[in-house]
């Protein structure tokens, strides 16, 4: 184990035995009051730098991907085509797939914006992201009502655990109509066409979700086809993206 990783086993221990720990009314209620002033300061810093930003599309995947794989140069691609059509671009503000496509935008002359989180591994600002739509969250759900507010669809690349939590929580707003229904779009059919059965065979079988909750989305293979999905949803509400 590196000392890093001993550092990060400790605080993850301290954590969990602080869980246990028995603190006086005081105590709690003064570190929670400090936590809802927090939150509150990034969803207020959050809403009054996004509202001005105008239309957007939400590019999620994994922060690991490095920039010689197809899927980080088909994101920067799907950025970059995202802004000749008139939108900008949101991402998660790090590495990987994140980087590509505030790339494609910043490439473009297109609006980047980077929606950081402090993590203690795997994540800083990336150097496309324009100066003035870097904001950094240490609260993870302030700023996925940020991602969901302010998109008017979303692209999926490959990813992990975090790329799961943002599409799903995507989805999960649509089916229930908390949100419209903003185009979803899965880019990779060998990665996700696992997961893609496993919904139809088993959580459709099981009757957790009606069949018709599979048009919540698309899964495509180019970046002309993501696009073109995005492109088409709003053709079909005779919308345009600056609207």
């Known amino acids: 184990m590196t000392d890093r990783e001993e550092e990060l086993f400790l605080s993850e221990e301290q954590k969990i035995k602080k869980a246990f720990d028995n603190h006086s009314w005081a105590e709690v209620h003064s570190e929670e009051s400090w936590r809802v002033f927090k939150i509150m300061s990034e969803f207020v810093e959050g809403i009054d730098r996004m509202s001005k930003i105008g239309p957007c599309v939400s590019i999620f995947g994994s922060a690991r ?52 989180i402090e993590l ?21 759900f302030v700023r996925k009502v940020m991602f969901v507010k302010y998109s008017q669809g979303f692209v999926i690349m490959p990813g992990g655990f975090g790329t799961l939590d943002e599409m799903f929580e995507s989805l999960t707003l649509i089916q229930t109509k908390k949100i419209g229904r903003f185009p ?26 009606n069949p018709s909750d599979l048009d919540l989305l698309s899964v495509v293979d180019t970046p002309t086809e993501a696009v073109r999905v995005i492109d088409d949803f709003y053709a079909k509400y005779l919308m345009r993206p600056n609207f």
């Not at 008139?86 to 991402?91: A, P, R, S």
């Not at 203690?120 to 324009?130: A, V």
């Not at 696992?194 to 957790?208: E, H, R, S």
Request: net charge negative; charged share 25%; glycine share 16%.
């Open 65 to 116: 991907t490095k920039p010689d794989n197809p899927y980080y140069i088909m994101a920067e691609e799907i950025a970059a085509k995202l802004v000749r059509h008139g939108y900008g671009v949101i991402t998660g503000g790090g590495p990987g797939i994140m980087e590509a496509g505030n790339k494609g935008a910043k490439l473009q002359g297109g609006k980047s914006v980077g929606l950081n």
């Open 120 to 140: 203690p591994f795997e994540q800083k600002p990336n150097d496309y992201i324009d100066k003035d739509k870097s904001i950094d969250f240490d609260f993870f």
């Open 184 to 209: 979803v779009v899965l880019v990779g059919k060998s990665y996700w066409g696992g997961l893609i059965d496993w919904i139809k065979t088993t959580m459709v079988d099981a009757g957790n979700i």
